[in-house]
Nanobody, 120 residues
Framework: QVQLVESGGGLVQAGGSLRLSCAAS????????MAWYRQAPGNQRELVAS???????NYAGSSKDRFTISRDNAKNTMYLQMNSLKPEDTAVYYC??????????????WGQGTQVTVSS
């Protein structure tokens, strides 16, 4: 069994900051690319940023220059530092990870999501 658990969401005023965390646990042999997605009401889930196992990063246009993705491989944990938050950043943020398990199964896993609400 593999679990991804997000934390760090909440309510913040526009211009504020939040730091999301995603901790992976369970029958993990190798944690490959990890990513943050978000989904606002009525919208499709969209990529926010991704990070490879070696630390290469990729950002969606809306999050460039304001968000920073990082990971601690020793802790199997990924982070998303979000600065200068805007009301349009309001969404449920999901952690995604491509994982090779000890049973030699490789697939994507999702966390349960954490709500981020930015008030104007």
């Amino acid at each position: 069994q593999v679990q991804l658990v997000e934390s760090g969401g909440g309510l913040v005023q526009a211009g504020g900051s939040l730091r999301l965390s995603c901790a992976a646990s369970g029958t993990i042999f190798r944690l490959n690319t990890m990513a943050w997605y978000r989904q606002a009401p009525g919208n499709q889930r969209e990529l926010v940023a991704s990070i490879s196992s070696s630390g290469s990063t990729n950002y969606a246009g809306s999050s460039k220059d304001r968000f920073t993705i990082s990971r601690d491989n020793a802790k199997n944990t990924m982070y998303l530092q979000m600065n200068s938050l805007k009301p349009e950043d309001t969404a449920v943020y999901y952690c995604n990870a491509n994982i090779l398990t000890i049973n030699w199964v490789i697939r994507d896993y999702w966390g349960q999501g954490t709500q981020v609400t930015v008030s104007s």
